[in-house]
C-alpha cells in the first residue's frame, strides 16, 4: 500500500566511495565538519559553510550557493556519477558486530501526505525551510532518511539473495569503526517484486529524518503546483530512503542533563524524588537503567537508581508508558521546573552513543548539576505511538548506527 521506486542513483565510483561518503549534516557542527572534510567529501555539499574563512553562517545565501555549486563540480570532477538505469540498492550497517540490511528505494511524497509514511516526532517549520532550500536548489535529495517498514519474510530472501550471491559495490569501515556495506540491484525481474511486495506493506514509519522528510514532501507539492501537467509519476514525486525491517533495528537510550536543580539542594531533591520513585543509592560506580520505568540519575558525584512507582504512569496508554514522559512529568517539570523541552535552555541531550560517562563529565566539570540516563524506547513502542497518531516527547530516539550521506542521491530531473 506504500509507493516506491528504483531510480537513476547519483554515486560515487567504487575507489571514491569511502572519502566521498560522510556523516549526516545535523550529527557534527560546522568545526567537526571542517576537520573532518577530506577532498572529496561530501561535507562540502552539505555543510559548504565549511569552503569559507571564518566558515559562514550555515543559513546564507552564500552558503546555499555554494552547495550547488559544489555538487556540480563533484559530478564534472567524476567523484559522483549518475546510473545509466534505474536501480535499487541494498545498504547495510555493521555496529558491535550486528548488521541491520536497508533497501535504498525512492518514496513517493504523497504517501507522507496521507499518513502512510507515518511519523512519530513534531517538525520545526525553520528546520524545515532550510532542508527545503537545499533539495529546491540542487533539485535532488543529497542524504536519505531512514525509514522502517514491517519485516517481511519474502523481503527478508530477495535482500539475503543479493548479498550472499553478489559483491558488494562499496565495503569500507569509517572512522568511528562502523561497517558499511553497498549492493546494486539492476535485475529488472527483481525490481518489479519489490515494488509489488512494498504495494502490500501498509507503511512506513520514519525512524530518523523527520525535518529531510517533510522538506521532501513540501517541494514535491511546490514542484506539482508548478506543472500543469502533473500525473503524479514525476521523479518529483519522490525522494530518497533507506527502508529497513523493523526487526532489525535497534533504538538506543537518549539521555539528559540539567544545568540546576531549581533551587533545591541534592539532598532536598533526593527527598522529593521519593515521593514518585523507589530511590537507591548505588555510589561511584556508573549505573545503567536495567529495564523499563528503571532510570539512572547522577548527583552530587554518585550514581542512584529510581523505579517509578506502580500508578505513576499508564502502560495502557502509548504516550504515558514512555519513560521520557515519565521522566519529564514527574522529575524534569514537577522538581526542577522544566516546561518546554524543545525551548529551555537549562536542558541538554545526549545520544547514548557517547555512553554515561560522558553524563558524568560533564556534571562533575559543574557544567551540569544532574543527569538522568534512561531505558531504550523499543521498535513496538514508536511503531505503536505513530499508529495511533500520537507524537513522542523531544529527544526520544537515537538510532545507531546513522546512515552514511553520499553513498547514492536522488536527482528530481
Not at 55 to 60: L, S, T
Not at 61 to 70: H, M, R, S
Not at 278 to 298: C, Q, R, S, W
Not at 387 to 406: A, H, V
Amino acid at each position: 500500500m506504500v509507493r516506491i521506486k528504483p531510480f537513476k542513483g547519483i554515486r560515487p565510483p567504487k575507489e571514491h566511495a569511502a572519502e566521498v561518503a560522510s556523516r549526516p549534516y545535523d550529527v557534527l557542527n560546522s568545526e567537526e565538519a571542517s576537520k573532518e572534510a577530506t577532498e572529496k567529501s561530501l561535507l562540502h555539499i552539505i555543510k559548504p559553510e565549511i569552503d569559507f574563512s571564518p566558515i559562514a553562517d550555515e543559513h546564507c545565501a552564500e552558503v546555499y550557493d555554494k552547495a550547488v555549486e559544489n555538487f556540480k563540480k563533484w559530478r564534472e570532477k567524476g567523484w559522483l556519477v549518475q546510473d545509466d538505469t534505474e536501480k535499487y540498492y541494498v545498504y547495510a550497517q555493521t555496529m558491535d558486530g550486528r548488521t541491520q540490511y536497508g533497501l535504498v528505494a525512492a518514496c513517493h511524497f504523497d504517501d507522507y501526505l496521507t499518513g502512510k509514511i507515518k511519523k512519530h516526532e513534531l517538525t520545526r517549520p525553520d528546520k524545515e525551510e532550510d532542508r527545503m532550500i537545499h533539495v529546491r536548489n540542487q533539485n535532488a535529495n543529497i542524504e536519505p532518511v531512514f525509514f522502517s517498514y514491517p519485516a517481511d519474510a519474502e523481503m527478508d530472501r530477495i535482500v539475503r539473495g543479493v548479498v550472499e550471491n553478489n559483491a558488494a559495490e562499496y565495503d569500507f569501515t569509517a572512522a568511528d569503526g562502523f561497517r558499511h556495506q553497498f549492493w546494486v540491484i539492476g535485475d529488472p525481474a527483481v525490481q518489479r517484486r519489490i515494488t509489488e511486495i512494498f504495494e502490500q506493506i501498509p507503511a512506513l514509519y520514519v525512524a530518523d529524518g523527520h525535518h529531510r522528510t517533510a522538506a521532501a514532501a513540501r517541494v514535491g507539492q511546490e514542484k506539482m503546483k508548478a506543472n500543469p501537467a502533473h500525473t503524479g509519476d514525476e521523479e518529483y514525486c519522490f525522494f530518497l530512503a533507506v527502508i529497513f525491517p523493523d526487526s532489525q533495528l535497534k533504538i538506543i537510550d537518549y539521555n539528559r542533563l540539567v544545568k540546576d536543580l531549581n533551587g533545591l539542594t541534592p539532598e532536598q531533591l533526593l527527598a522529593a524524588l521519593e515521593k514518585n520513585f523507589t530511590v537507591k543509592d548505588k555510589g561511584t560506580e556508573i549505573y545503567h537503567p536495567t529495564e523499563l520505568h528503571n532510570f539512572a540519575m547522577y548527583l552530587d558525584g554518585r550514581w542512584y537508581s529510581l523505579t517509578a512507582k506502580a500508578g505513576t504512569y499508564d502502560d495502557n496508554d502509548p504516550i504515558g508508558v514512555l519513560d521520557v514522559t515519565i521522566l519529564s512529568n514527574l522529575v524534569l517539570d514537577e522538581l526542577l521546573g522544566i516546561k518546554d523541552l524543545r525551548t529551555d535552555k537549562r536542558i541538554d541531550f545526549v545520544g547514548g552513543i557517547r555512553g554515561l560517562g560522558e553524563l558524568q563529565r560533564r556534571v562533575d566539570s559543574g557544567e551540569m548539576q544532574v543527569a538522568f540516563a534512561l531505558y531504550p524506547v523499543s521498535m513496538k513502542q514508536l511503531i505503536d505511538i505513530a499508529d495511533t497518531g500520537n507524537i513522542m516527547p523531544p529527544k526520544t530516539t537515537w538510532f545507531e548506527p546513522k546512515l552514511r550521506s553520499g553513498l547514492v542521491i536522488h536527482s528530481l530531473e
